[in-house]
């Protein structure tokens, strides 16, 4: 049989043994019983064939004999493991009979097993085989740090691109909310006997609360506020659509029940098929200065409050059946215009239901009745500072939970 083929075709190679060892009758033996048993046994001529062999990657197990005093197994098992190539290569050692020390030693400076003469075949099999096992185990664990090694490259590499990709998100997003800021007054209209006060902060970094004051004379001036559905960028395009609809619309010489009526026909040609999965509420209030009056209309929006400031009260301006659908809903909605009065001091506050839709900890809502009853008491507030009244109280009740809505408010106060 030549040195180095399978014993027998019958037989899988289950392990290339590489031995270094003269003695004619433990080659013939290991032959005979490891071949039989699927193993290929070959022959190293001294320790540097065995190093050349081995680290050509042809070799599973090292059995190395102690006993030739030609080999200096000590210095090779030392040197056999310092090459990357013959790392993983386990070596068994066989001694002389009293060689238990030797083979001790042997442990110490690098092999990985050894056995003392005379040979028994069945527990050099049991030896081998758990070797070839461990051998198994430490190239599957250093393949899957190869692997580990190469997914966390991968993943090094997602990261700095995902690094670089929210990077320019987040210069969007912050383009997108200098944008939606640049939407909103950047000045009061003048308008007699009248003044206003606003806070708008979106739940994230833009939202879906939009509001315009428009001038229409020295006497009068319309206030829109909008909410639409969603929250975030899907929420901020839709105020861009409701905004340009808005600038669209004609004020002059039109109820504001008609004006919504335009806004909703506008709305839903632009929207098309996606009306009425979006939607929007929106008021219209038109406050003339000179004759202390109002006149206003609400598509689905919460009424605005009428504030007295000298009888201390709050009221909502509509009432819930005078409040009409919501823009987008229907093609042909009717809205109601409903009329009022006001007087030197009194304060009309319009806000979106992200101020009031609020729960504190035990999930319980802040709500619309508790709004009310907070205005009422802080009615004698100038504007500016009755919102940040609604702001601190309304953040105190929610404690440590994050506002999930826009907030916004508008204050038209009558001197």
């Not at 490891?34 to 320790?47: E, F, H, N, P, T």
């Not at 409050?305 to 059946?321: A, H, N, Q």
């Not at 919501?326 to 215009?337: C, K, M, Q, V």
């Not at 940040?388 to 929610?398: F, G, H, S, V």
Request: contains cysteine; hydrophobic residues 40%.
């Amino acid at each position: 049989m030549a040195i180095g083929s399978k014993t027998s075709t019958s037989h899988e190679v289950l392990g290339r043994i590489l031995v270094v060892d003269r003695n004619a009758e433990d080659l013939r033996r290991l032959r005979e019983y490891l071949g039989s048993r699927g193993y290929d046994i070959v022959q190293a001529d001294g320790c540097e064939a065995a190093l050349e062999q081995a680290a050509a990657g042809s070799v599973d197990l090292l059995v190395l004999d102690l006993s030739d005093p030609g080999v200096d197994g000590m210095e090779f098992c030392e040197r056999f493991h310092d090459h990357p190539e013959t790392a993983s290569v386990p070596v068994l050692v066989v001694t002389d009979p009293t060689g238990t020390d030797v083979g001790a030693a042997a442990l110490r400076v690098g092999a990985d097993d050894f056995l003392t003469r005379p040979l028994e075949m069945a527990e050099l099999l049991v030896r081998a085989k758990m070797l070839l096992r461990m051998k198994g185990l430490h190239e599957g664990l250093l393949a899957r740090n190869v692997q580990l090694w190469q997914v966390n490259e991968q993943l090094e590499h997602l990261n700095l691109e995902l690094a670089g990709r929210n990077r320019e998100l987040e210069q969007g997003m912050e383009m997108a909310r200098r944008l939606q800021e640049a939407l909103l007054p950047q000045q009061y209209p003048r308008v007699k006997n009248i003044s206003f006060n606003h806070v708008y902060a979106p739940a994230d970094e833009v939202g879906g609360d939009y509001f315009q004051i428009e001038g229409m004379s020295e006497d009068r001036a319309a206030i829109f506020m909008s909410d639409v559905s969603g929250h975030g960028v899907q929420a901020a395009l839709i105020t861009n659509i409701v905004k340009a609809v808005f600038g669209y619309v004609y004020l002059e010489d039109k109820t504001p029940a008609q004006v919504l009526s335009d806004v909703n026909s506008r709305f839903r040609s632009v929207l098309g098929n996606l009306a009425p999965s979006i939607f929007a509420t929106a008021f219209l209030v038109v406050v003339d200065g000179a004759g202390y009056k109002l006149s206003m209309a609400s598509a689905g929006h919460p009424s605005p409050f009428l504030i007295r400031k000298r009888k201390t009260s709050c009221e909502p301006s509509m009432s819930t059946d005078e409040i009409g659908p919501a823009l987008g809903f229907f093609s042909s909605p009717e809205y109601t215009t409903v009329e009022s009065t006001l007087s030197p001091g009194d304060t009309v506050l319009g806000f979106t239901d992200g101020v009031y839709e609020l729960t504190n900890e035990r999930r319980e809502m802040f709500g619309l009745k508790r709004l009310q009853a907070l205005i009422a008491e802080n009615a004698r507030l100038i504007p500016r500072d009755l919102i940040q009244k609604i702001l601190m109280e309304t953040d105190a009740y929610r404690g440590a939970r994050r506002r999930t809505d826009d907030v916004c408010m508008v204050a038209i106060e009558a001197h």
